[in-house]
């Protein structure tokens, strides 16, 4: 029996959390040393994970054995700051949640870590791993003959709260379009094959969280258009209260030869008893010729969707992460290349947003390096 690869998890908040139950339902590994500061994050952490040690920084935490790998899910704006500290002390392969960075002037530091760390480290984009997604971009090049258009829409509900709404604030999550959108500017470049060149991006004044304690500042609704240096165009319709979807993502592409669009549902927990069982996810490719769309059905099992709340990604992307800690394959799906080039596009969309102007991305410093 191959031997049992043990997690250390620095932040166990909802999203740590639902990283834990993701864990638990694979073969041969297992979470052993937790960070989480806030003691109600803690408490919660350590009923999903009863075999952990609780301990009080990362520093106590990367000088505990036997520990193979790292999963960082705190707040946004620490981890850079907290992969610098493990690159220091005791690199591992880290799973790190999006968004990688939060500051534009960060990105030098970002760089310097890149060129330095001495173990793989693996961005969590959970969307490409949606079933539905997933098939989309497996299918994308034959439904459409190379996309040409893409767009992305999600429609769904308000920010949650977090401790001490850390999510409700730029200075913190880098802005909407930072840390909630780089999934769907990562799953742009993916799609399309090509790199940015020109945002332009406009959004409406905020509807929810303005009465909130603190002068909330993040933005809940938006448009985006980015331009490829392929001349193909995406575009990114975003709005944060509109949890009455029956669907809360919908992507398409269109090519010369036609349509694919993937439907992917909110989470289960969200759904209303009174509507019913919640929609299923589905796949459809409408071909110009002949005429008439075909839909596929791609059911996410009942545990993994009770194991979070993106249609039992989280699942799907440990698998990967897991293979590649064993040494089964040889890099991450998800670089931090990948990760970078994510959060340069959401920085330019939040700079045309504040300037009404569109902003060129002349350069790809994300690519010197594909680790």
């Not at 990362?58 to 790998?69: G, N, T």
């Not at 258009?149 to 001490?164: A, N, S």
């Amino acid at each position: 029996m191959s031997k049992t690869i043990c997690y250390g998890m620095i932040g166990c908040g909802m999203m740590g959390q639902e990283h834990l139950r993701n864990i638990a339902l694979l073969e041969g590994a297992e979470v052993r040393v937790i960070f989480e500061p806030d003691p109600e994050m803690a408490a919660k952490a350590l009923s999903l994970a009863p075999q952990a040690r609780l301990v009080g920084s990362i520093a106590e935490l990367l000088e505990s054995a036997p520990l193979d790998c790292l999963v960082i899910t705190s707040p946004n704006f620490r981890h850079l700051e907290q992969l610098e500290e493990i690159g220091a002390t005791r690199p591992l392969p880290v799973l790190v949640e999006k968004p990688l960075f939060t500051a534009p002037e960060d990105a030098a530091r970002l760089a310097a870590f890149r060129d330095s760390y001495a173990a793989p480290v693996w961005v969590a984009m959970e969307y490409r791993y949606m079933p539905p997604i997933a098939a989309f971009l497996d299918e994308i090049e034959a439904a459409t003959g190379g996309a040409t258009m893409l767009t992305i829409r999600e429609h769904r509900f308000p920010f949650l709260t977090k401790v001490g709404n850390w999510n409700r604030f730029n200075r913190y999550t880098g802005g909407t379009f930072v840390e909630k959108c780089c999934h769907f500017f990562d799953l742009m470049r993916l799609a399309l094959g090509s790199e940015p060149v020109r945002v332009m991006a406009s959004a409406p004044p905020a509807h929810n969280h303005v009465e909130e304690a603190g002068a909330p500042d993040i933005l809940d609704a938006g448009y985006a258009i980015v331009e490829f240096a392929s001349g193909a165009r995406a575009m990114l319709e975003l709005c944060m209260y509109a949890e009455g979807s029956r669907y809360q993502e919908e992507v398409s592409a269109v090519g010369p030869k036609g349509k694919i669009e993937a439907l992917v549902p909110g989470p289960t927990r969200f759904w209303p008893d009174h509507l019913g069982a919640p929609p299923v996810p589905k796949l459809v490719i409408s071909p110009r010729h002949p005429q008439g769309p075909v839909e596929r059905a791609l059911p996410v099992p009942p545990e993994l969707l009770a194991a979070g709340d993106h249609n039992g990604s989280t699942f799907h992307q440990h698998e990967g992460f897991l293979a590649l800690v064993r040494g089964a394959v040889a890099a991450p799906e998800v670089t931090l290349a990948d990760g970078w080039a994510a959060v340069a596009i959401g920085q330019a969309v939040q700079r045309s947003i504040a300037t009404g102007q569109a902003v060129s991305i002349d350069s790809h410093p994300w690519a010197a390096s594909a680790r």
